[in-house]
Nanobody
Framework: QVQLVESGGGLVQAGGSLRLSCAAS??????MGWFRQAPGKDREFVAS????????YYADSVKGRFTISRDNTKNTVYLQMNSLKPEDTAVYYC?????????????????WGQGTQVTVSS
């Protein structure tokens, strides 16, 4: 069993930065992902990383602005978000899947955190 706890969300002005963290308990050598859900919209993929951090994948909407990374010694995954836009406003969720390879498919993730709110003001 894996438990995930996100932190680092908050209110920021457009153009600003935030770093989200996801602390994992239990087995941690899984691929991890970040997803987000805005009010009235479906949950969508943001970024994913394989088990050792050697490979990453991003949604087109965040490519070049967001960076996913992990520190397996700390059982933590990060999402560095730069050049934030109002359309990035959402609840951000960390997720883990029971495989080493990354995925952008929501249904392929087995464990989810409770989410952290990110609000970007214009």
């Amino acid at each position: 069993q894996v438990q995930l706890v996100e932190s680092g969300g908050g209110l920021v002005q457009a153009g600003g930065s935030l770093r989200l963290s996801c602390a994992a308990s239990g087995r941690t050598y899984y691929a991890m992902g970040w997803f987000r859900q805005a009010p009235g919209k479906d949950r969508e993929f943001v970024a994913s990383i394989n088990w050792n951090g050697g490979r990453t994948y991003y949604a087109d909407s965040v490519k070049g602005r967001f960076t996913i990374s992990r520190d397996n010694t700390k059982n933590t995954v990060y999402l560095q978000m730069n050049s934030l836009k109002p359309e990035d406003t959402a609840v951000y969720y960390c997720a883990a899947r029971r495989f080493a390879t990354m995925s952008y498919v929501i249904s392929e993730y087995d464990y989810w955190g409770q989410g952290t709110q990110v609000t970007v003001s214009s």
